[in-house]
């Protein structure tokens, strides 16, 4: 069979007479000489020349015959379009595979394609889904996904609707759970229902859940926005936190539409949330041309506006180093005043930790350096301020910069040599870059880190500058990082992407002395033993590849190791180029070193008309080329006559030669769909060899491991799982989780070994669950079932059961569950594993009684009141819900605690009511622990307020009001440190908004039993957490003022007071405080004027004292209360803020 050498000339096999035998043997007597590609062309033409009376006695003789006689015959099928032959293959466990894969080539019967939809069989159902999807069969998956979701539940119907019709996903994706495959797939077919999924999904999360879901999906909004922009719309107008940046980008391709939805929008929507105006963050870099083009048909007024509300983001940095410098694409569209009052507005002015150097680096020098200069003197000595100067003009950045770069500090020197390569990036003059690349030099011989963030610098640099670096700078530059002892892989592959563009873009200006030049150097990095990853070509045209390659050809002292990276740098091309394309061959014949010659036999194959050809050659020379991934591809897919001759070679000396000197077994992890080309007996020598090594006792256990876990032979794995090493019998277990068909026998070995437990058993128990996707589920919950409920078995066998059972739907699943929950003895982690998957019926009672009595264990508990929200299917959340109300109501201290801190998470608008009344109970019942009632108090505050909330407080706490004023003195001080204790919590984790109501009720009962210093205390938090979040809250700070202007001893104020009005964005925090200060101004008394100043100076040292602070201090240095205005006399910028 070696002896086949012409892919390109395959012979042509005609219609034999009916005379002649039609038999499997006449067939591997004039094919199975071919590779498989020429013997399955062969066997088409043959097949389709037949007459229909010998195809059909054909097909009936060798569809009576073995496995591979069986592959044949539906194979001729195929070829012939015999539809009804391959349709009544679907039904075949052993052909079904194949025959789905015609499928999509082949209009196979809807019924038989229908009756696999709907079979009892997960795998089944899967493989034909993806068939319905792939060959397009809308109307088929449309009318079948009622019946798939009646028979097999939400998750089987989520996964059909990928193969149904935008139509069909719309009316369905309501009533379903989707996962984030199907969805990422729905958002290229039908873009717009995913738009509504997600924006009403969106929209039916609390606040505090609407951020982790946003991130979550954000990928799959991205998807949709860039394949239909009035899908993307949909999402801006509706769940804006979905839009990322680069969606934000995609979106822009209808500029006008993108305005007025964020004209619209409310003053917290999109990405800022602390804004006055809506804004959308876009995406850092050069605008595509479609976007660019639209936003330039805008009135100019709007392309203000659109710049102003969509501002890029920062660039990102590489680690620590300084990063690409890229100026905001919509501001570089203004005219330059526009653009600098634009910049100005959205920093307010000062250039702080809030400014972005895209818009700084989007301005003309001039701008820039007015905007940073001020700015400069508080810079020194800090790494991350250092980064900034790169948006400062080049004249301006040098000599500070190059100051740093001196530095004994290595912080400094780190980030000062990116950040000077910035700005003269930012410059954007070739003659100054080069100038400063070549200053350059010090960072190369720096330390490694130094070194490598300025080549990383240098590496992302436009290609019109990098034209200009000279040649010298890329020669120390390259050879000092080779020949660094402390060079990493990281610091050469930045080197590397240096060269690599160098030399691609001086190629394609045509300048092939500095190409050839800059590849002479990539060659030397590539050669280096430190370097990882793979070894791509470049990309030049044919006359530049052959100008390289004569260049360093040439060059004296060319060693192997460079020439064999210049071939990998220019393998498209080899083919063009004899010279080296030979000396490649003659490196791998004659080279000493099996890597050296191992690369160059992969590039020598590497040209495709040669391929075959040229694999037989080096085969015949040395077996053990077989060993070069490359050349093994082509074998074990392509070339399958020459495989003889290596397995000969792996039995004799295990492919001893030129690639493997050292002889050492031989197990190359090959797919099965590689080895199913190959001709049975060739599968038989392969399984017997793999087993001769899993079986030596001499050889290394790795080796012996990979052997086991490619077999796919039960017999010859069941021999080793008894007599091998427990590494070697666990493969051996593992892989027969993939062996087919699933038979009896193979799954009571299986669950033998599960139940032994170890490391035979997890290998065990993990190769069932792989089985069982072949098993229908009724046979696999009946497999499953009595191992779950068997206490004698091991605890991770039963876990590794329950888990296997969870991914079954329907009654009897459930139902085995509950059983194996019942089994007297059962293990505490084993109820851990089947508690979460029992919440699919938290709606039963029954259910629920069993969880509330479980979750006294903590592993139970911590698995049942800790999962996550997402894993609580929908239909089950009002039941949630309800039972963690009663978790908290009747739970043990333990799983009370749990309940209350899992409710926030979990709790739906439609709950929150009965949520509110059962926590202000339990926060009002003198009964329950301090850890219950705190917890219960403090979700209590985090609740949103509704329409009752103050009521059902009030109602709660009715008792403890009565109760203060007791007769009995110890009742009376349980009541008051109750309510002492409820206003500490509350005071020390106050949220605005959500818990006002509670705050009122609670404040009138402080007041009440006479704690008005409690209720001075909560109230002055109350009223300043209303100020920071916009709310003036006036009657609070009236109140406040009732408490403290009587007995100014129950203020506490501090130093550490800080209100955050400095953000150009939140006007409306700096306004409440305003309002409140003149409040407390005009009341007049002493309370309110320490109030009053307190406020003026956390705002006016957070705003640094801009305008109205200076002026409101000057007015309360007139108070009539002298602590004020003596306390505002020192206070303000002049006294050391």
Same mark, same amino acid.
């Given at each position: 069979?070696?002896?086949?050498?012409?892919?390109?000339?395959?012979?042509?096999?005609?219609?034999?007479?009916?005379?002649?035998?039609?038999?499997?043997?006449?067939?591997?007597?004039?094919?199975?000489?071919?590779?498989?590609?020429?013997?399955?062309?062969?066997?088409?033409?043959?097949?389709?020349?037949?007459?229909?009376?010998?195809?059909?006695?054909?097909?009936?003789?060798?569809?009576?015959?073995?496995?591979?006689?069986?592959?044949?015959?539906?194979?001729?099928?195929?070829?012939?379009?015999?539809?009804?032959?391959?349709?009544?293959?679907?039904?075949?466990?052993l052909?079904?595979?194949?025959?789905?894969?015609?499928?999509?080539?082949?209009?196979?019967?809807?019924?038989?394609?229908?009756?696999?939809?709907?079979?009892?069989?997960?795998?089944?159902?899967?493989e034909?889904?993806?068939?319905?999807?792939?060959?397009?069969?809308?109307?088929?998956?449309?009318?079948?996904?009622?019946?798939?979701?009646?028979?097999?539940?939400?998750?089987?119907?989520?996964?059909?609707?990928?193969?149904?019709?935008?139509q069909?996903?719309?009316?369905?994706?309501?009533?379903?759970?989707?996962?984030?495959?199907?969805?990422?797939?729905?958002?290229?077919?039908?873009?717009?229902?995913?738009?509504?999924?997600?924006?009403?999904?969106?929209?039916?999360?609390?606040?505090?859940?609407?951020?982790s879901?946003?991130?979550?999906?954000?990928?799959?909004?991205?998807?949709?926005?860039?394949?239909?922009?009035?899908?993307?719309l949909?999402?801006?107008?509706?769940?804006?936190?979905?839009?990322?940046?680069?969606?934000?980008?995609a979106?822009? $391709?209808?500029?006008?539409?993108?305005l007025?939805?964020?004209?619209?929008?409310?003053?917290?929507?999109?990405?800022?949330?602390?804004?006055?105006?809506?804004?959308?963050?876009?995406?850092?870099?050069?605008?595509?041309?479609?976007?660019?083009?639209?936003?330039?048909?805008?009135?100019?007024?709007?392309?203000?506006?659109? +710049?102003?509300?969509?501002?890029a983001?920062?660039?990102?940095?590489?680690?620590?180093?300084?990063?690409?410098?890229?100026?905001?694409?919509?501001l570089?569209?203004?005219?330059?005043?526009?653009?600098?009052?634009?910049?100005?507005?959205?920093?307010g002015?000062?250039?702080?930790?809030?400014?972005?150097?895209?818009?700084?680096?989007?301005?003309?020098?001039?701008?820039?350096?007015?905007?940073?200069?001020?700015?400069?003197?508080?810079?020194?000595?800090?790494?991350r301020t250092? $980064?900034?100067?790169?948006?400062?003009?080049?004249?301006?950045?040098e000599?500070?910069?190059r100051?740093?770069?001196?530095?004994?500090?290595?912080h400094?020197?780190?980030?000062?040599?990116?950040a000077?390569?910035?700005?003269?990036?930012?410059?954007?003059?070739?003659?100054?870059?080069?100038?400063?690349?070549?200053?350059c030099? $010090?960072?190369?011989?720096?330390?490694?880190?130094?070194?490598?963030?300025?080549?990383?610098?240098?590496?992302?640099?436009?290609?019109?500058?990098?034209?200009?670096?000279?040649?010298?700078?890329?020669?120390?530059a390259?050879?000092?990082?080779?020949?660094?002892r402390?060079?990493?892989?990281?610091?050469?592959?930045?080197?590397?992407?240096w060269?690599?563009?160098?030399?691609?873009?001086?190629?394609?200006?045509?300048?092939?002395?500095?190409?050839?030049?800059?590849?002479?150097?990539l060659?030397?990095?590539?050669?280096?033993p430190?370097?990882?990853?793979?070894?791509?070509?470049?990309?030049?045209?044919?006359?530049?590849?052959?100008?390289?390659c004569?260049?360093?050809?040439?060059?004296?002292?060319?060693?192997?190791?460079?020439?064999?990276?210049?071939?990998?740098?220019?393998?498209?091309?080899?083919?063009e180029?004899?010279?080296?394309?030979?000396?490649?061959?003659?490196?791998?014949?004659?080279?000493?070193?099996p890597?050296?010659?191992a690369?160059?036999?992969?590039?020598?194959?590497?040209?495709?008309?040669?391929?075959?050809?040229?694999?037989?050659?080096l085969?015949?020379?040395?077996?053990?080329?077989?060993?070069?991934?490359?050349?093994?591809?082509?074998?074990?897919?392509r070339?399958?006559?020459?495989l003889?001759?290596v397995?000969?070679?792996?039995?004799?000396?295990?492919?001893?030669?030129?690639?493997?000197?050292?002889?050492?077994?031989?197990?190359?992890?090959?797919?099965?769909?590689?080895?199913?080309?190959?001709?049975?007996?060739?599968?038989?020598e392969?399984?017997?060899?793999?087993?001769?090594?899993?079986?030596?006792?001499?050889?290394?256990?790795?080796?012996?491991?990979d052997?086991?876990?490619?077999?796919?032979?039960?017999?010859?794995?069941?021999?080793?799982?008894?007599?091998?090493?427990?590494?070697?019998?666990?493969? +051996?277990?593992?892989?027969?989780?993939?062996?087919?068909?699933?038979?009896?026998?193979?799954?009571?070995?299986?669950?033998?070994?599960?139940?032994?437990?170890?490391?035979?058993?997890?290998?065990?128990?993990?190769?069932?669950?792989?089985?069982?996707?072949?098993?229908?589920?009724s046979?696999?919950?009946?497999l499953?079932?009595?191992?779950?409920?068997?206490?004698?078995?091991?605890?991770?066998?039963?876990?590794?059961?329950?888990?296997?059972?969870?991914?079954?739907?329907?009654?009897?699943?459930?139902?085995?569950?509950?059983?194996?929950?019942?089994?007297?003895?059962?293990?505490?982690?084993?109820?851990a594993?089947?508690?979460?998957?029992?919440?699919?019926?938290?709606?039963?009672?029954?259910?629920?009684?069993?969880?509330s009595?479980?979750?006294?264990?903590?592993?139970?508990?911590?698995?049942?009141?800790?999962?996550?929200?997402?894993a609580?299917?929908? +239909?089950?959340r009002?039941?949630?819900?309800?039972?963690?109300?009663?978790?908290?109501?009747?739970?043990?201290?333990?799983?009370?605690?749990?309940?209350?801190?899992?409710?926030?998470?979990?709790?739906?608008?439609?709950?929150?009511?009965?949520a509110?009344?059962?926590?202000?109970?339990?926060?009002?019942?003198?009964?329950?622990?301090?850890?219950?009632?705190?917890?219960?108090?403090?979700?209590?505050?985090?609740?949103?307020?509704?329409?009752?909330?103050?009521?059902?407080?009030?109602?709660a706490?009715?008792?403890?009001?009565?109760?203060?004023?007791?007769?009995?003195?110890?009742?009376?001080?349980d009541?008051?440190?109750?309510?002492?204790?409820?206003?500490?919590?509350?005071?020390?984790?106050?949220?605005?908004?959500?818990?006002?109501?509670?705050?009122?009720?609670?404040?009138?009962?402080?007041?009440?039993?006479?704690?008005?210093?409690?209720?001075?205390?909560?109230?002055?938090?109350a009223a300043?957490?209303?100020?920071?979040?916009?709310?003036?809250?006036?009657?609070?700070?009236?109140?406040?003022?009732?408490?403290?202007?009587?007995?100014?001893?129950?203020?506490?104020?501090?130093?550490?007071?800080y209100?955050?009005?400095?953000?150009?964005?939140?006007?409306?925090?700096?306004?409440?405080?305003?309002?409140a200060?003149?409040?407390?101004?005009?009341?007049?008394?002493a309370?309110?004027?320490?109030?009053?100043?307190?406020?003026?100076?956390?705002?006016g040292?957070?705003?640094?004292?801009?305008?109205?602070?200076?002026?409101?201090?000057?007015?309360?240095?007139?108070h009539?209360?002298?602590?004020? +205005?003596?306390?505002?006399?020192?206070?303000?910028?002049?006294?050391?803020?």
């Open positions: 069979m070696a002896t086949y050498d012409a892919p390109h000339a395959q012979p042509q096999p005609q219609a034999e007479p009916q005379s002649q035998p039609l038999t499997s043997a006449w067939l591997r007597a004039h094919f199975d000489s071919l590779p498989f590609p020429a013997r399955m062309g062969a066997l088409a033409r043959y097949g389709r020349a037949l007459a229909p009376d010998a195809y059909a006695a054909l097909h009936a003789a060798l569809d009576a015959g073995d496995p591979d006689e069986r592959h044949t015959a539906l194979f001729l099928a195929v070829v012939r379009r015999d539809i009804d032959t391959v349709s009544r293959a679907l039904a075949d466990p052909l079904r595979r194949r025959a789905l894969s015609a499928a999509l080539r082949l209009p196979l019967h809807e019924q038989a394609l229908a009756a696999l939809a709907l079979h009892d069989t997960r795998a089944v159902r899967h034909t889904y993806r068939v319905l999807k792939t060959a397009r069969r809308t109307a088929l998956a449309d009318s079948l996904i009622q019946q798939v979701y009646e028979r097999h539940g939400g998750q089987e119907a989520a996964r059909l609707l990928t193969a149904c019709s935008a069909t996903a719309a009316h369905w994706l309501p009533h379903l759970e989707p996962p984030a495959g199907v969805l990422n797939s729905l958002a290229r077919t039908a873009p717009v229902a995913v738009a509504r999924h997600l924006t009403d999904e969106y929209a039916a999360r609390r606040s505090h859940e609407r951020h879901y946003a991130r979550a999906h954000r990928i799959i909004a991205t998807a949709v926005a860039e394949r239909d922009t009035e899908a993307g949909l999402m801006l107008r509706g769940a804006p936190s979905l839009i990322g940046k680069r969606a934000a980008v979106l822009l $391709r209808t500029p006008s539409a993108v007025e939805i964020l004209r619209a929008a409310p003053t917290h929507y999109g990405t800022e949330h602390d804004g006055t105006e809506p804004v959308l963050t876009i995406q850092a870099g050069p605008l595509p041309p479609s976007v660019k083009r639209a936003a330039l048909d805008l009135p100019p007024d709007d392309l203000v506006e659109l +710049a102003t509300r969509c501002p983001d920062a660039p990102r940095r590489i680690g620590t180093g300084q990063g690409k410098v890229a100026p905001d694409s919509l570089r569209l203004l005219p330059p005043a526009e653009r600098c009052r634009v910049v100005r507005e959205r920093i002015g000062d250039f702080g930790r809030r400014a972005s150097l895209s818009a700084i680096a989007a301005l003309e020098p001039d701008d820039r350096s007015a905007f940073l200069a001020p700015w400069l003197k508080r810079s020194a000595g800090r790494s250092l $980064r900034r100067f790169a948006g400062l003009p080049l004249d301006v950045a000599p500070v910069l100051a740093q770069t001196s530095d004994h500090r290595m400094l020197r780190l980030a000062a040599w990116p000077l390569l910035a700005s003269a990036e930012l410059n954007g003059d070739p003659q100054e870059y080069a100038r400063i690349a070549a200053s030099e $010090r960072a190369w011989h720096d330390q490694n880190d130094v070194r490598r963030f300025a080549l990383a610098q240098l590496a992302a640099a436009p290609a019109r500058l990098l034209a200009a670096v000279e040649e010298r700078v890329l020669r120390d390259a050879l000092t990082t080779v020949q660094s402390d060079s990493t892989a990281a610091t050469l592959a930045c080197a590397e992407r060269l690599r563009r160098t030399t691609e873009s001086a190629a394609a200006r045509g300048n092939t002395e500095r190409a050839a030049f800059a590849a002479r150097l060659c030397q990095v590539l050669a280096d430190r370097r990882r990853g793979p070894r791509n070509p470049l990309r030049l045209d044919a006359p530049t590849a052959r100008a390289v004569s260049g360093t050809v040439a060059e004296s002292g060319a060693h192997a190791e460079t020439l064999t990276s210049l071939a990998e740098l220019l393998a498209p091309h080899l083919a180029l004899p010279t080296l394309e030979a000396l490649m061959r003659r490196t791998a014949e004659e080279h000493e070193d890597e050296i010659a690369r160059a036999a992969a590039v020598w194959i590497a040209p495709a008309a040669t391929r075959e050809a040229r694999c037989a050659e085969v015949r020379l040395d077996p053990s080329f077989a060993a070069v991934p490359e050349v093994l591809r082509t074998l074990t897919t070339r399958t006559d020459l003889d001759d397995l000969e070679a792996a039995v004799r000396d295990g492919l001893r030669g030129r690639i493997r000197p050292r002889g050492t077994p031989w197990a190359p992890r090959l797919r099965p769909a590689d080895t199913g080309r190959w001709l049975a007996y060739q599968r038989r392969w399984a017997a060899y793999l087993v001769t090594v899993a079986s030596d006792e001499h050889a290394p256990l790795r080796e012996r491991t052997a086991a876990a490619l077999l796919n032979t039960p017999a010859h794995l069941t021999a080793l799982v008894s007599a091998a090493p427990q590494p070697v019998a666990a493969a +051996a277990i593992g892989a027969l989780g993939g062996t087919r068909p699933v038979t009896a026998e193979l799954l009571e070995t299986l669950l033998r070994h599960a139940g032994t437990g170890g490391v035979r058993g997890r290998a065990a128990m993990s190769a069932v669950r792989r089985l069982l996707d072949d098993v229908p589920d046979r696999a919950i009946t499953l079932a009595p191992l779950l409920r068997n206490p004698a078995n091991p605890v991770g066998t039963r876990k590794e059961a329950a888990r296997a059972l969870g991914i079954l739907t329907g009654t009897a699943a459930l139902s085995a569950l509950l059983a194996a929950w019942d089994e007297p003895g059962q293990h505490r982690d084993v109820r594993v089947i508690a979460p998957l029992l919440l699919r019926g938290i709606d039963r009672d029954d259910i629920a009684h069993r969880l009595e479980g979750v006294r264990e903590q592993a139970v508990r911590e698995a049942v009141v800790g999962i996550r929200p997402t609580v299917p929908r +239909a089950a009002a039941a949630y819900n309800a039972f963690l109300l009663g978790l908290v109501q009747g739970g043990d201290d333990s799983t009370a605690i749990a309940a209350c801190r899992a409710l926030h998470a979990h709790l739906t608008d439609d709950a929150s009511e009965e509110a009344r059962v926590l202000a109970q339990t926060a009002a019942d003198l009964t329950r622990t301090r850890p219950v009632w705190h917890a219960a108090v403090a979700q209590l505050v985090a609740l949103p307020s509704g329409e009752n909330t103050s009521a059902i407080t009030t109602e706490f009715a008792p403890l009001r009565i109760g203060a004023h007791s007769d009995e003195p110890d009742s009376r001080v009541v008051l440190r109750r309510l002492d204790g409820c206003a500490d919590v509350i005071a020390g984790q106050y949220s605005h908004g959500a818990s006002r109501a509670v705050v009122d009720v609670l404040l009138d009962a402080l007041e009440g039993a006479g704690l008005s210093r409690q209720a001075a205390r909560l109230a002055q938090e300043l957490d209303a100020a920071r979040a916009g709310d003036p809250a006036l009657e609070l700070w009236e109140r406040l003022l009732g408490l403290v202007e009587a007995r100014p001893d129950r203020l506490a104020l501090d130093d550490g007071l209100i955050d009005v400095g953000r150009p964005g939140r006007p409306d925090c700096a306004a409440a405080v305003l309002d200060v003149r409040l407390l101004r005009a009341r007049g008394s309370p309110a004027g320490l109030l009053a100043l307190a406020l003026v100076s956390a705002a040292r957070s705003a640094s004292w801009r305008e109205p602070w200076p002026g409101e201090l000057a007015a309360l240095r007139d009539p209360d002298p602590d004020t +205005a003596l306390g505002a006399l020192v206070a303000g910028p002049t006294g050391g803020d």
